[in-house]
Every structure is written in structure tokens, then in C-alpha cells.
């Protein structure tokens, strides 16, 4: 039962001198269950769970309730740096001797890490395989993808393995985890929460944010509490955000969706949703208007085909930022051939101009936000397919034989090339904006994720909305599973 608390419910209930529930209880409950588990998500135990657990219920109970994750159970996604654990990119390890940033700040909060959870090839898959520890199952439906990259993060909260993962995201991977298995997820504003992993491989500095996937939207607003202080995050300095403080809430304080202003992109030529996603756009808009909001269909002054492409630009920008000397050769042989070859040895002259297009769009953004509180966009264009390793070893934002296979509301079929899935992801990532993503339940279909985005440092406004939208009562994975 303790494993599908709240983790205010677990930190409450630990910290008492009066409750039976112990953090090593509650971490020894979920161990045996991650052992039980088929859907592999969790794939490396941290061996000393258990005697941090118990350190925790040593403490005093007046220690113990100042810790704000007093005692809870998290895992962390593979790539990310653990003391003493095993990192991995889903191609190379090591086994660094201290925390990432980010992680410090969890335990420095009195989290237990439970293990590590997994990703897919150099996290570049909305799947979640890899060569060395395999594939990890959606526990809604083991047939379909988990999502990715924050796949095994997702997989591990939605089967109550874990009361929250830490997920990265530089095109929606710990969004489009969290939708397709029906959980919540945060991707911040860039630079507010540390990004960094360590000495892990692959991990680009621009647009990459670090984000936390729970059952619930209160649950997501503890932890970020807890990584965004300027205390125990380590933000890094290039973000320009060292000593930013990120304001309150802009919603109204009545603790209601009352006169709240929601801009809603729900469809576009450069990325048709299916019509899953166009049910759940409708419902949540009719609770939206049931609740006082004031809801508009809108988007950005930009043309949608050139936000793709300027993002699609910027992140193999990113990650060449940090590829080898041998997979950059590679992609210069290419280049003559391949658009996305040349994109990855781009001149710094050429990455300049994509970085004055990109700063268009981000003004586009900012006049939106002058009139609305709130950018409401799907997460992905389709609820969780079938597991398809076709191409695998290609990232998700490069051209590839894969297709996602989305049905329109009228009936039409569409083979949408797989590089588009990242069109919606890539709505909050190139701006460098928050986004929430909020699982809806729609009928005859797996759990489908829509996103809250805001405007610059805008965190608190979109994981406050989502907690008045799940207050209200758009159905989740709760409900899905009970059907």
C-alpha cells in the first residue's frame, strides 16, 4: 500500500515517531517488487538502499521532518551519475565515484536511491532498448513502447516500483515516457535545475534539461521544489541562471481554473495527431471551460515546418557538441549526401544564423505569452506504439525507414516519418521553456499525454496548472487501468 503514496503521504508517515511505515520498510516493499518485475525498467540495484534507508529512520524525528524527501524511494535515470553505480549511455559504462548534482540534492533531501533505471542507445529512441541490458516493457501494455529516452523512468513509476525517476529531456524524454505510460512529468525552464550527469558520454549542454516523472502533479512539485534551490541543484554557469529566482505562480491564488487564459495548439500540418489525441484535447478543453478558463486555439507566429527544422539543426548542433572524433568523421563523409550530416560539423558561422532563427522564434513565444498563461499542446502525435527496433541505432531526430501510424478523427491513415515525432517535444525545448506533461484517459485507447507550457522561468504556472487540471478531474492512468 505505502508504495502508491504521495510522497508527502510517505515523508508524513516516516517522519513520525508514531507510524509503522519506516523508509527501510518501504524501500524493502519495493525491492522485492522490482525483483518481481518482468518489465525490466529498473535495471542496476543500488546494494546500499536498504542501509541508507536505515540511516534515515536513525535520525530524530525533529531531523527527519526537515528533510523534505525524508526517507523516499527514487531511482535515477541510467546515464545519470550515482556514486558507485553504474553509468551507461546503452554503448559504454563507467562507474564514476561521486553524485551528479542533481542526485546529491535528492539525497541531500533525505531520498533513498533505489537503483538505476534504463534508456536506449545513447538516448536518442523514444524506445528504451539497448544492447546491454535489453528492453524494458510498458506496464500498461507490454506489447508497446515505454517511451524513451526516459523510458525504464517512466516504466519503473507507472508499476509503483518507485515513488519518482529522474529523467532527462532534450526532445521530450521525460515527456513522452510519462504519456505513454500514463504518468506526469516535468521538463523545467533550461538552466534552472542542474544538467549535469557527471562524466557520462552524450550529454549535450543545450536545451538538455534534467526532470522528474511521478504518479501525481503534487508529487512532481515537491521534487522540483527540491532541485530547483539554488542551494542543492549545482546549476551550472553557463546557463546564465546561477543566482535566478524563479517567481510564484501567475495563475489566480483562489485555487481554481478560474479566468485562467489557455492558448491550445492541437493539431498541425507538420505533425497530425491521431485522433486519441484530438479526443483528448476536446475533453480536457470542455473541463478547462467547465472550471472558468478562457481557452483559445492558437499557436506561435511561426511557420511550424521552419521550428522543426531550426530545432532539428540545434540539437545535432548539441550533440555534436560532444560527439567523438570518429563519429564526426563519419558525418563528415556524409555530408556532400545528407543534410543531417553537414548539420552535425556545421561552421560556427552556420550555427550562428540557425541561432538568429531560432531567437525569432523565441520572440514569437514571448508575444504569445503577453495574452495567454498558458501554451496547452499534445505531448506526442499518437498514444504508445508497438515496439519497432527497425533503425534503432538512429536518433530520434534524423530521417529513418520508421514511421509512427497515426489515424485522423476522420478516418484518414497516416505514415508520419518517425523524425516528426519530436515536432511536439521540440514546442518547449527550442525556446527553452517549461512544459508539464499530464496523462488523459480517452476511450478505447492507451493513456495519452498533453503538455502545459509556459513562459520563461514559467515552472511554478504549468505545474500549478496541471494540479488544478488533475484536481478537476481529467482522467489519468488511475482510471485507464481500473477499465
Known sequence: MSSNLTIAA?????????????????????LQSISFSSNNSVVIINPDALTQAQNIDAKSSLVKRKLPLCGVPFTIKLHIDVANLTSSNGIREH???SNAPVVQALLDAGAIILGKTNIPVTCADYQSYNPHFGATLNPLDPTVSPGGSSGGSASAVAECLTSCCLGTDIGGSVRVPASFCGVFSHKPSWGIISKGQGSSTNAPKDMS???PITRNSEDLKIVFEVLASNQSS?????????NAILPPSILPSNNSLANVSVAVWS?????????????AISKTVALLKTQGASVTFTKPAFDSEHMLKVYRVAVAAAMASEATPETLSQFAAEANTNDEAKW?????????????LRAEIKKAYSTLFQSYDILLTPTFPCPAFPHDRTDANQPFWRESSRTLDIVRADGEKIALPYFRGCFWPSVANLPLLPATSFPV??????????????RELGDRTT????????????EGVAQYKSK
Open 10 to 30: 510517505l515523508v508524513s508517515l516516516i517522519a513520525s515517531d508514531d507510524s509503522p511505515v519506516t523508509s527501510a520498510s518501504v524501500t524493502s516493499s519495493l
Open 441 to 454: 484517459y480517452v476511450e478505447n485507447s492507451l493513456p495519452v499525454g498533453l503538455q502545459a507550457v509556459g
Open 267 to 279: 493539431d498541425d500540418e507538420s505533425c497530425p495527431v491521431d485522433s486519441s489525441v484530438s479526443s
Open 209 to 211: 534539461t534534467t526532470g
Open 234 to 242: 549545482g546549476r551550472e554557469q553557463y546557463s546564465g541562471l546561477k
Open 463 to 474: 505545474l500549478e496548472f496541471v494540479r488544478l487540471v488533475e484536481k478537476a478531474g481529467v
Open 344 to 356: 552535425m560539423i556545421a561552421s560556427h558561422q552556420a550555427w550562428l544564423a540557425n541561432e538568429k
Open 95 to 97: 562507474t564514476p565515484t
